[in-house]
């Protein structure tokens, strides 16, 4: 393994001691050598089975064998939690057919920034994801389970159940996804029709039908953003079975893995000899090894945000640092949309998770030695399911990529790094993501054009006052002023002045997410705004240089002049803070931590921990 690779693990091992000890000797005081259930007393264990049909109330009565929860985040208007709907009686079936029982312990919410882009239900995207690990704890605080399987897939869902189960980190925790829709209407053409959308050359009827004939059936969404990444994630950390995360749902396969990954969760309870947590599972190393697939396939800019928030439930404390040293050790290996034009479902038949994963561990770029929810280690997932005359088996994955326009190997690589880098300046700490950005516009420095909101921005644009070199800084949109919603509006029109040959960046403190593409945007800016950070001081026309070679973000004003600014205020405030649920999210708003720390208002010490 790469000494570098080493280094960055053992500083994180370090400054993570004193809470990741505390964190494990709390998972190993709630674990039970019993089922979980035979603490309670008989009125506690009457209602917990009064819902059963004779049969599972016997053995959940019984006291004898294993009890599964299934937390779901099932609902049939979002496509890509459309397929769920039909799990939990599949594996209730593989389970009891196993001698034991599931229960389905509780829901949690699931939104889709996909349908909330542009619009006020947006502003609870990121604090859905607290929201939905607070669910998770509810769901399980029964106390009667001995593992559980939990299904999600998308942006916020996957993060939130994450934290929700290290919560209940002394009980195994299976991730069982739904794969992604088949393809549909090529990236390219989708995005060249919102550039034209975006100039008026074409109406609403014309961007719909593109639209739809992208997002066309159940599954998640094809391109490689947020709910792609999380599914990469839970493979790459040992969540997944081996090869689980891009099979498309209503399929043999897909079945078939949805029940292995239910018997797999009885195999490692604490009843039985092979006992795996999730508290244990999710270590330093596995969290390494997920910011490394992160780097290596162009995964999402949310992740700076998720996996610090996931690890700090774990009692780890990862920082962006840790994202920026690997990043210039990983190489870049996958070229998905918005990183290329090929969708998940080409990557996946290319080689896919299994090729990566081989090709990783045969570079010495990541853990090879970790507990998974499988056996064998990292190696293990070096393959790919297939149904062997009906029955489910694993194989080698491919040792060459099928098309390397889409997959390489390390030695191929589209990139010597991973394209997630660190800005760091007098306006404060960013990450950016370069890995579909060309290097000519990798360094912009250019007048500043300051908004307060996507609408501002957007009509400046319609009026034409940005068709020139200009750094759009875009601010008051982080967690404690609205909720940092995702600013994927600019996109369309930022790639058209790019287009022109005007010098264009982007800085802000919102989010972008796995959608950012070619305009270069240095995202997540802290202290935001609304923390009084040095964002707040920026004038229109003032000099920003935003330079991802050397990892600089600056705004060129001196200091005596900077100090002397006040801090701006965010006039738009009271509109964000009511409506569409928002007044419900106050607390959040008020609680919230720095983003680097990951946003979080419910995790222990995300608010106090400060930066240098």
């Given at each position: ?39 309670l ?27 599964l ?8 208007m979002?496509?890509a ?23 389905v ?14 619009r ?26 001995d ?19 290290l919560?209940?980190?002394?009980i ?28 008026g050359k ?20 094809t ?6 990444s999380?599914q990469?994630?839970?493979e790459?950390?040992?969540?997944h079975?081996?090869?689980?995360a ?9 079945d078939?893995?949805t ?26 190393k ?27 439930a774990a009692g ?11 990043s ?5 290996l ?6 290329g ?6 990557f996946?038949?290319?080689g896919?998770?299994?090729?990566v994963?081989?090709?990783?561990l ?13 056996t ?7 393959t ?9 088996s694993w ?14 190997p390390?030695?191929?690589a ?43 921005m ?21 967690a404690k002023?609205?909720?940092?919603p ?31 593409g070619k305009?270069p ?6 202290p935001e ?7 707040a ?8 240089r ?19 600014r ?10 964000h803070?009511t409506?569409f649920?928002r ?5 959040f708003r008020?609680?919230?931590?720095l ?18």
């Open positions: 393994m790469k000494r570098e690779l080493e280094q960055i693990t053992k500083r994180i091992i370090e400054r993570s001691k004193p809470t990741r000890e505390a964190y494990l000797e709390r998972i190993e005081a709630a674990a039970s050598d019993r089922p979980h259930r035979s603490s007393s008989c009125g506690n264990l009457a209602h917990a089975s009064a819902g059963c049909s004779a049969a599972d109330k016997e053995r959940i009565n019984g006291d004898e064998g294993a009890n929860g299934i937390v779901t985040s099932y609902n049939d979002l496509s939690h459309q397929p769920l709907g039909v799990y939990p009686d599949r594996i209730k079936k593989a389970v009891f057919e196993a001698g034991a029982t599931a229960q312990a509780g829901g949690v919410p699931a939104m889709c920034d996909g349908v909330t882009q542009g006020p239900g947006m502003e609870l995207s990121l604090f859905s994801r607290d929201v939905i690990a607070m669910s998770t704890a509810v769901s399980l605080s029964h106390d009667v389970f593992a559980a399987l939990y299904l999600g897939v998308c942006d916020k869902i996957v993060p939130g159940l994450v934290m929700g189960a919560a209940y980190g002394h195994p925790a299976v991730f069982v996804p739904a794969g992604p829709m088949p393809s549909g209407l090529p990236n390219n053409e989708k995005a060249r029709i919102r550039q034209l959308y975006a100039q074409v109406g609403r009827k014309e961007l719909l039908e593109a639209e739809t004939a992208s997002y066309h059936s159940p599954g998640t969404c391109f490689y953003g947020t709910a792609n999380n990469m994630l839970m790459i950390m040992g969540l079975l081996p090869g689980a891009f099979v498309n749902p209503n399929t043999d396969l897909r078939a893995l029940e292995e990954a239910a018997r797999r969760a009885l195999q490692i309870t604490k009843l039985g000899n092979d006992y795996r947590p999730v508290g244990k599972i999710l270590d330093e596995a969290f390494v090894n997920g910011i490394i697939g992160l780097l290596a396939t162009g995964g999402s800019t949310n992740h700076t945000l998720h996996l610090p928030a996931m690890a700090r780890i404390e990862l920082r962006w640092e840790d994202f920026d040293e690997l210039k050790l990983v190489p870049l996958c070229r998905v949309y918005p990183n034009q090929a969708d998940v479902n080409h996946h038949a290319a896919g998770m299994g090729f994963i081989s090709d990783l045969k570079n010495g770029l990541l853990h090879p030695d970790l507990q998974t929810i499988h064998g280690g990292m190696a293990a997932y070096g790919e399911p297939y149904l062997d005359n009906g029955k489910l194989r080698d994955a491919p040792a060459t990529s099928h098309d390397e326009e889409i997959l390489r390390a030695e191929k589209f990139s010597a790094d991973g394209g997630l880098r660190m800005l760091a300046g007098n306006l404060g700490r960013s990450v950016i993501k370069v890995s579909a950005v060309k290097p000519e516009n990798r360094v912009i420095e250019a007048p500043a054009a300051v908004f307060t909101s996507q609408e501002e957007m009509q400046a644009f319609k009026d034409g006052k940005l068709h020139r070199d200009v750094v759009c800084v875009v601010r008051f949109q982080g002023a609205n909720g940092m995702e600013l994927h509006k600019l996109t369309p029109p930022l790639g058209v002045l790019q287009d022109l040959g005007y010098k264009v960046a982007l800085v802000t403190d919102g989010r972008m997410s796995g959608a950012s305009v945007a240095a995202i997540h800016v802290t705004a609304m923390m009084n950070g040095p964002i001081k920026v004038k229109d026309g003032d000099i920003v935003l330079d991802a070679e050397t990892g600089e973000l600056i705004l060129n004003v001196t200091e005596a002049e900077l100090a002397k006040d801090f701006a205020t965010f006039d738009n405030k009271a509109e803070q409506g649920g007044e419900l999210f106050g607390v008020e609680h919230v931590g983003a680097e720390m990951g946003a979080s208002a419910v995790l222990p010490g995300a608010v106090e921990v400060e930066v240098a």
